[in-house]
């Protein structure tokens, strides 16, 4: 199964994001597909609208795999050493060696672990200035199918402006939160 395309819009008003949540639940769309990342958090979640997780601000997956990728090239460079050196013939066993590469592929996708939780996530830091300005970004993640349903709601909203797309959420994962989401919070009835 395919990612979604996330669509993001920035806005200077709540009101008007909420209305287009409203529209786009009217004709599909799942609350877990819409999200708002804004300086006011609290204030959004009173016009009904669905925060961006915190674990999204970061770029902790990023770092992560890179961690992971650097990691194995290591652990293979200390194998591959140890092979060609005959030092596991000299010790009598691969068992020391096979536990450093394990350790240093361990250290390293730890680390970018770590340097991921520190770094803003790769696709929001061009949306920093205008946030940090009091605007609001509104972030939809698409099916292939609901984009002609998006674009038109969207053009009915000239004062939101278009900023792009990227890779989106798995369509499991937008499922498994629109199920969380249905048990966390009642249904509400939408005016």
Request: glycine residues 10%.
């Amino acid at each position: 199964m395919k990612f979604m395309v996330r669509h993001y819009y920035l806005s200077d008003s709540l009101w008007e994001l909420e209305w287009i949540e409203r529209q786009l639940e009217g004709q599909g769309f799942s609350p877990a597909q819409i999200h708002v990342l804004s300086q006011q958090p609290g204030l959004a979640a009173r016009f009904r609208l669905l925060p961006l997780s915190e674990f999204w601000l970061y770029d902790l997956p990023h770092y992560l795999t890179r961690g992971l990728a650097l990691g194995l090239v290591l652990a293979g460079g200390v194998l591959l050493g140890v092979a060609y050196s005959g030092w596991h013939e000299a010790v009598g066993s691969w068992l020391p060696f096979t536990m450093l590469a394990l350790m240093v592929l361990g250290f390293c996708t730890w680390e970018g672990g770590l340097i991921g939780l520190q770094s803003p996530h790769h696709h929001f830091g061009q949306f920093h200035r205008a946030i940090d300005s009091g605007q609001h970004l509104l972030l939809v993640d698409v099916e292939d199918r609901q984009e002609s349903t998006l674009n038109g709601i969207m053009r009915s909203h000239p004062m939101i402006r278009p900023r792009g797309t990227s890779r989106g959420a798995h369509p499991g994962w937008v499922k498994m939160e629109h199920w969380w989401l249905q048990r966390r919070r009642p249904v509400q009835a939408k005016d």
